[in-house]
């Protein structure tokens, strides 16, 4: 596994810094399944935070604990660990389970949340939030806060996989939300890109036609690049029977397909899920036998599971740098409610439109608003911002709806998903 680590002479060393966040995250582990008993990746951020806390209390009696926590998490640059190191090992053990038949049934309206919907949910936060800050005394400019839209719109697929399993959501739901989560935030991403373009070098320097070239290249480009790429991978494994060579493959297929994603300048998230929904799809009836299939699952299910436990204690470590002002705070706490409309508003008009076609399970809009968790990619795009787009007030704006987010959401969204179906008969 690999971190990014800032190259300062303030900083710790490669193998410190992951011994750490191993250690932690089996200590915390162990915590979670020994007393808590918590959704896997939930109770690992709660005790995270606890433990973050902990060490703030116990800073102000001496400082070695708290310097010694802020050097490891100074050392990190969350943004490039997150967006060009793990996200692609966990979209891909994501994509790898995805089963293409629940899919293609729900092709037309996945691909409208995952673009439209993401879209719509940046420009009805962006907008709602800038009245917010006029309201309070603290103007903003319109684009910054189309920005703070724009990151915390898409869904994380990380948050949701891990969270989804433990709901007991039924397929049809699981499969919008899931496949939802696996392609917005590769949209979601670029429409970030796009915004902080403009947002750098102003409206005039950034006409429709840049826009629409920038969206089609990391899209449409990341799309063919994973189909390319996974067919091609297909096609070695077909041709022999060594499951240690066919992990071994798959981790290359990973790495190499990031790395040459961001050569070519298109979305490495979107490439990297139709890549691994391709390998998954086809490998186990084709090029796979039994054993390889096996040995390939447990293999992407460890690594989802370790860095999936990496990501969540790192996410509760992440506030011993969050501002904690009173003000943003506030800010933060307006922005949840906000964040929620937006996403429910979004999803209102491709519900609409699909729900008789397709026999939607009642209140589906309601528990996908609810089942959209916020993850570690909306803290990463928000720790990418200048300061001059109020970087400090977004950070703390984005921590607070993502903590909100995966633990209150997580924690509800079972249960809801019981209720609500309790509530109607209908056989689904």
């Not at 918590?38 to 703030?56: C, D, H, Q, R, V």
């Not at 699952?297 to 506030?319: H, P, R, S, T, Y």
């Not at 633990?407 to 689904?428: A, C, E, H, R, Y």
Request: aromatic share 10%.
């Amino acid at each position: 596994m690999a971190i990014a680590i800032k190259t300062n002479s303030d900083s710790m060393d490669i193998f410190s810094v992951i011994t750490i966040l191993i250690v932690l995250s089996a200590a915390f582990a162990f915590i979670n399944t020994k007393f808590l008993k918590l959704p896997f990746t939930i109770g690992l951020m709660i005790i995270a935070i606890a433990f973050t806390l902990g060490i703030t209390i116990l800073g102000k009696f001496n400082h070695f604990f708290l310097d010694e926590a802020e050097l490891l998490i100074k050392s990190i640059d969350f943004e490039t660990a997150l967006l060009d190191v793990m996200l692609s090992f966990l979209l891909f053990a994501g994509a790898l389970h995805t089963k293409l038949d629940s899919l293609r049934r729900l092709k037309a309206p996945i691909a409208v949340f995952a673009t439209i919907g993401v879209v719509l949910s940046t420009f009805f936060v962006g907008t709602m939030m800038f009245y917010a800050f006029i309201l309070f005394g603290h103007e903003i400019d319109y684009i910054y806060c189309l920005l703070f839209g724009a990151l915390i719109s898409p869904t994380d697929p990380i948050a949701v996989l891990g969270i989804l399993k433990n709901a007991n959501a039924p397929k049809k739901l699981e499969v919008k939300i899931v496949g939802e989560s696996l392609f917005n935030d590769g949209v979601g991403v670029v429409v970030f890109l796009v915004i902080f373009k403009i947002a750098q070098q102003g409206i005039g320097a950034v006409d429709a036609g840049d826009i629409g070239l920038l969206f089609l290249e990391e899209v449409v480009g990341g799309i063919i690049l994973g189909l390319v790429t996974g067919w091609m991978t297909f096609q070695i494994m077909k041709v022999i029977d060594h499951y240690e060579t066919e992990v071994i493959i798959t981790l290359a297929l990973v790495m190499g397909l990031s790395m040459l994603a961001h050569k070519l300048h298109v979305s490495g998230p979107l490439a990297v899920v139709v890549a691994g929904i391709f390998i998954g799809n086809k490998s186990p009836k084709i090029a796979w036998s039994e054993t390889t299939h096996n040995y390939v699952d447990k293999f992407w299910e460890l690594i989802d599971v370790l860095l999936n436990a990496v990501l969540f204690v790192l996410i509760g470590l992440e506030l011993l740098v969050i501002s904690t002002s009173g003000e943003y705070l506030k800010f933060g706490l307006i922005a949840i409610p906000v964040a929620l409309i937006a996403r429910y508003l979004a999803l209102s008009g491709p519900v609409a439109i699909f729900d008789k076609k397709l026999d939607f399970i009642p209140k589906t809009n309601l528990m996908m608003t609810w089942g959209g968790i916020r993850g570690g990619i909306s803290i990463a795009l928000a720790l990418s911002l200048e300061p001059q787009m109020e970087r400090e007030l977004f950070l703390t704006v984005t921590y607070v709806v993502v903590v909100f987010s995966i633990i209150f959401q997580g924690l509800t969204i079972g249960p809801l998903v019981k209720k609500v179906l309790s509530q109607n008969s209908k056989d689904l």
